[in-house]
């Protein structure tokens, strides 16, 4: 079973989030994420984002939601993948991940919306198994194999918690 | 350790001693006998008829074997421990009524709650959230007896519900949080270390209050108000724990009887009828959750929103069917309807607030020894209730400062040809869409051209200005204008006046002066009847939109070409009827490189006014007014700094409002340093 080691916060270690069972599987340049369909709310057409000045570049702005606002990130920008244009495939994917104060909603910006996947214990892997310290994997709880292709299984709560409720407007201040 | 003090304690003991024999079959109970022998003894000491007699009842009862009381041990058991509950029962009503002189427990238990009534709602609201924190800090007190945050935090907790008990007439609540009070102080001082007995008559002490709060809060709906009696045994418990004989004020046994007397039977029932006109209000009340509340009222401002897209639909407009349009307009009534209810769910009037000033007038003028008489109007006036909390601050500050600076003395005023007592006017109005609050004495007034000379000589103005009156009367909300100096020079009526503005523009509203001198002095407050809501100015800058709150707004033109010129090449200044203002460029302030203008268009210039100085603020368009409901940007970006959330525009999409206040102190903070 995989170990985790990067990650920090009672949040993520309850999170459960490589436990095995279903997952929302993403494209974003080229390389394949799951994340579990359980932290996932909902999933939208790009719509108009509306850019919030004086917050960092990952940010692309806030949408309505229902009568919510709701902040919106470019995961491409986040991970550092080469950009891609958005075209009619590109979707927000509204992911509700556990933060410091709770779980709270936050649309993502990915390249197109694959399937909802069944991943068994047995078809994921830990970085550290494979990687021998060549990759630094941060936000990433590990791969799975499928159907003899790699997905990677995305930590959504760490990639947002280190511009966490510790204000990401401040962080620009 | 006072008698009092003693006499429980052995009364207690003999509750110990009772129960210790409950599940057992002892021989018999004459420890418990003895014991009550002693305090027979005891209370005859203190003449205290009726305790001596129940605690010999007691005595003789428990040397009555089982058998020979004729039934079972169990049934003795019972019988013993009524007697001892009568024998504390008898014993505290006692003491009390020795210790406040008051014959009749009937009397001992009512209240002096006549003119209060209507703050009763907020007392028990407010003495809750100060009793909330009392706990916690006591709890938090007791893990680190050697801190001393805890100690000031619980002080003033007590000293906060002293304050309010005394407004509301609820003199057992006062009595009790002033002997805490006395308690905290003097751990404050170092002469009492904080121990567990400290705290546990702390913690025994805020849950008598909030027993009592809870009393108030039933008796509320229209029952009568049947408050726990006088804590006569925590109160001597207290005092004996702090060394202190009861101090002259606390107690306060001889206004306690002053005061019930002084109220004739007339003015009782004349006080009735009055009183039961809002308890019938609230008979048909629910407790809601505040943030329920804020959601609801959320909610319908997006149906609002919604409601008139559809109206407008293009599409639905280019259809002509009478009864579509009939009941398009039905939906439009009936949805302005609902708003109008559910912002009118988190208004309250602003009477009780009124009504503590008050005792503010009455206090200050007793204490400066000048005579004023507080008017008010239009209490039943309605605003938000977060407005009203927060209002409370500024209106005494403006009180104080109209009673210590504004009114003349009773001398000075009869020299003067006016009445000896000064007259003070509260008053509420709505205007536009907004309240209006009137803070006006009839005292001397405001010299126009000491203000002007002082400004001048704090360098404040320069000395060749030409100011008009207004703009004069303005200088007094400049910081650092008011010193105490200033007071007793001037005819004095800066102390503070910038604080009080800046809380009032923390409110989104606005403060205006008028003065004549040698008639007095009126400040107006002029404040939205909601914090949920704002009207917002929708400009536009390259491609985004932006909302700034219009109240800043003060004009907005084009400006001639020309007008905008540069000092230095970098600082942009505009030419406004012969003053130059200086001109900040949005984009240029919410670091939007890439939206800067481009257009071919003169931008428009916007006037804003913060803090009594002007900027001009330059926008591509100004694309229109419209009320918006503030949200939040969500937790996950929190508070990012210039700006003070978003909004769902008309056409759905969001809009984000811009805190010029932090927008434009960053930019001078910047140029400064």
């Not at chain 2, 022998?37 to 009555?64: F, I, P, S």
């Not at chain 2, 408050?227 to 306690?256: K, N, V």
């Not at chain 2, 051209?449 to 103005?461: D, E, F, H, P």
Request: proline fraction near 5%.
């Amino acid at each position: 079973m995989v170990t985790l080691t990067e990650r920090s916060g009672p949040a993520s270690a309850s999170s459960g989030a490589t436990a095995p069972g279903k997952f929302l599987t993403f494209c974003l340049g080229g390389e394949d994420f799951a994340v579990p369909v359980s932290k996932i709310k909902e999933i939208i057409g790009l719509q108009e984002v509306t850019p919030v000045p004086q917050t960092p570049d990952f940010v692309r702005g806030v949408i309505n939601l229902r009568g919510k606002v709701v902040p919106v990130i470019d995961l491409r920008r986040k991970l550092s993948i080469p950009g891609a244009a958005d075209n009619e495939r590109t979707c927000v994917v509204v992911m509700q991940p556990e933060g410091r104060q709770g779980t709270y909603s936050i649309g993502v910006v990915v390249d197109a919306v694959s399937e909802v996947l069944q991943i068994q214990g047995s078809e994921m892997e830990d970085t550290n198994s494979f990687s021998h310290g060549l990759i630094r994997a941060t936000y990433i709880h590990g791969v799975a194999k499928i159907r003899g292709k790699v997905k990677i299984l995305l930590d959504i709560d760490s990639v947002l918690s280190d511009s966490d409720q510790a204000n990401v407007g401040e962080l620009m201040a | 350790m006072s008698q009092e003090a003693e006499l429980l304690r052995a009364i207690d003991s003999i509750v110990v001693e009772l129960l210790a024999r409950r599940d057992r079959d002892p021989e018999d109970f004459s420890p418990v006998s003895g014991l009550a022998h002693q305090a027979a003894g005891r209370a005859r000491e203190m003449r205290l008829a009726r305790t001596e007699a129940q605690a010999d009842a007691l005595a003789v009862l428990a040397r009555q074997q089982p058998d020979s009381f004729g039934q079972s041990l169990g049934n003795l058991y019972q019988a013993l421990e009524q007697s001892v509950n009568e024998l504390q029962l008898t014993a505290e009503t006692e003491i009390e009524q020795r210790l406040t002189g008051i014959e009749t427990p009937e009397a001992a238990a009512r209240e002096d709650l006549d003119a209060a009534a209507g703050m009763l709602p907020d007392f028990v609201s407010e003495a809750r959230e100060h009793l909330e924190v009392i706990e916690l800090q006591l709890l938090a007190l007791e893990e680190a007896p050697r801190e001393r945050e805890p100690v000031h935090a619980i002080f003033r907790g007590f000293h906060t519900i002293k304050g309010l008990a005394g407004i509301c007439g609820l003199e057992s609540a006062r009595e009790l949080a002033h002997t805490v009070e006395t308690l905290l102080d003097r751990v404050r001082g170092g002469t009492l270390a904080v121990t567990p007995n400290l705290i546990e008559l702390a913690l025994e002490g805020s849950d008598y209050l909030r027993g009592l709060v809870d009393a108030v809060e039933e008796s509320l709906p229209g029952g009568t108000l049947a408050l726990p009696r006088r804590p006569a045994a925590l109160l001597t418990r207290l005092q004996a724990f702090s060394g202190d004989e009861p101090d002259e004020d606390s107690p306060a046994a001889s206004t306690r009887v002053a005061e019930p007397a002084a109220e004739t039977p007339a003015e009782a029932s004349e006080a009735a009828p009055e009183s039961a006109a809002p308890r019938q209000q609230g008979a048909a009340s629910v407790k809601v959750d505040t943030a329920k509340l804020d959601q609801l009222v959320d909610m319908v401002g997006e149906l609002v929103i919604s409601q008139t897209l559809v109206r407008l639909d293009p599409a639905l407009q280019a259809v002509s069917e009478p009864r579509l349009a009939r009941n398009v307009a039905q939906l439009a009534r009936i949805t302005s309807e609902l708003q109008k209810t559910a912002m009118s769910l988190r208004v309250v009037p602003i009477g009780p607030a009124f009504q503590r000033m008050a005792r503010l007038v009455r206090d200050l003028t007793l204490k400066c020894g000048k005579q004023a008489r507080l008017e008010m109007e239009g209490e039943d006036a309605e605003l938000d209730r977060t407005i009203v909390e927060r209002l409370m601050d500024p209106l005494m500050h403006m009180i104080r400062n109209a009673i210590d600076h504004g009114l003349e003395t009773v001398e000075e005023r009869v020299a003067a040809g006016k009445s000896p007592a000064g007259r003070l006017l509260l008053k509420a109005f709505h205007q536009s869409g907004h309240i209006v609050i009137e803070v006006s004495d009839d005292g001397r007034g405001i010299n126009h051209q000491k203000i002007l000379n002082r400004a001048i000589s704090r360098g404040l103005v320069a000395s060749d200005s030409q100011l008009t009156t207004a703009e004069i009367l303005d200088l007094i909300f400049l910081p650092g204008f008011s010193t105490a100096e200033a007071v007793t020079d001037i005819s004095g009526r800066g102390v503070g006046m910038d604080v009080v503005r800046k809380q009032i523009h923390a409110l989104r509203g606005r403060v205006e002066i008028r003065s004549v001198e040698g008639q007095g002095t009126t400040f107006l407050l002029r404040l939205p009847l909601t914090l949920a809501i704002i009207e917002g100015l929708v400009v536009r800058v390259g491609q985004e939109r932006y909302i700034m709150p219009l109240y800043a707004v003060h004009e907005i033109f084009r400006p001639d070409q020309g007008a905008l010129s540069t000092i230095e090449g970098r600082h942009e200044v505009a030419l406004v009827r012969d003053s130059v203002v200086p001109v900040l460029r949005l984009a240029r302030l919410l670091k939007r490189r890439n939206s800067e203008s481009h257009d071919d268009a003169l931008p428009v210039l916007i006037m804003v006014e913060l803090q009594s100085k002007r900027y001009g603020l330059v926008v591509d368009e100004v694309c229109g007014k419209q009320e918006v409901v503030i949200k939040s940007l969500g937790t996950w970006l929190g508070h990012v700094p210039g700006l003070s959330g978003g909004a769902i525009l008309g056409d759905g999409s969001v809009g984000i409002i811009v805190d010029l206040e932090s927008l434009i102190g960053a930019e001078v903070h910047a140029a400064t340093h």
